[in-house]
């Protein structure tokens, strides 16, 4: 469990799940009987701060933050959403800079146009980075990412194939320049694989199958992360197994319509704009998993 539960009015539940009914080959117990994926990073950082306040206004301040939110927003929602007027807030900038980051769907043009439109008509100065698509005026050119990404206010990343995306950023070593941002107080933000890929572990359909499997990701945060929860048993179901062969370590699991506010490596805030959205924190204790429902603060006013 990562820091004071008490502080979120949690509400305990022990769950105990038949692991019969889970599909072949979507937990994976580790090898070396440690707790989660084999091979995963170690935490490198030391939890910041628990200030609210935007890290640039403060004078030599570079607070770590990244905003995980688990489904929702321009890419999910017809109308304006709350958690997208959410994230330009957090910036603390009357005109913030914010880049997109379209990877893990292949840069698809309309998830692109999407995020223009949204944070354009939010009063931000947007961009994206593309490795599928040729250039145009809204792009940051991949001879120049790493400089330009250094400079953003925030960095967005979209849904879609969280294994894919990581596999991209890894050959072209995107992976260490968002590290380098999220050092230098750039707010990381995103939602559903783009919630996942901070983690030490994602639970994903990113293996194209009907089950959910356990992924190693960039190892930012602490423990594993499962998105959409609510909206499909099987994740939940899937998540607790998984938990419970070691496959993945304790993780925050996120619905949609709610986000979670990480600073340095530890929870600062959950957010919800729909009733009943939130977020639960999972652990196994003595073969059964306890799901920890948080707490969240409505933005939707």
Known sequence: MYGPMAAFGYVERPVRVDLSRVPEGSVRPLSDGRLGPPNRRQSRNQ????????PRSTPGASMQRILAVGGGGFMMEDTPSPIDRHITGLTGKARPRICYLATP????????????????????????LAFFRQPDARSILVSDFRARLLEQDAIFVGGGNTKSALAVWREWGLDTVLKEAWGSGVLLAGMSAGAMCWFEAGLTDSFWGSAYRPLDCLG??????????????????????????????????????????????????????????????????????????????????
């Open 47 to 54: 939890a910041a701060s628990s200030s609210r306040d935007n």
């Open 220 to 301: 930012l945060l602490p423990g594993g992360c499962a998105v959409h929860y609510s909206s499909d048993s099987k994740r939940r179901e899937t998540l607790h197994a998984a938990q419970q062969t070691r496959s993945i370590p304790s993780s925050i699991a996120i619905d949609d319509f709610a986000a979670v506010m990480y600073v340095g490596t530890s929870i600062n805030t959950v957010v919800s704009w729909r009733t009943g959205s939130t977020a639960y924190q999972t652990y196994c204790k003595g073969g059964t998993v306890i799901e920890t429902a948080l707490s969240a603060k409505q933005i939707n006013v």
């Open 105 to 128: 769907s292949g840069d698809l043009p309309a998830h692109l146009d999407k995020f223009h439109a949204a944070y354009g008509d939010l009063g931000c100065e947007t961009s994206h």
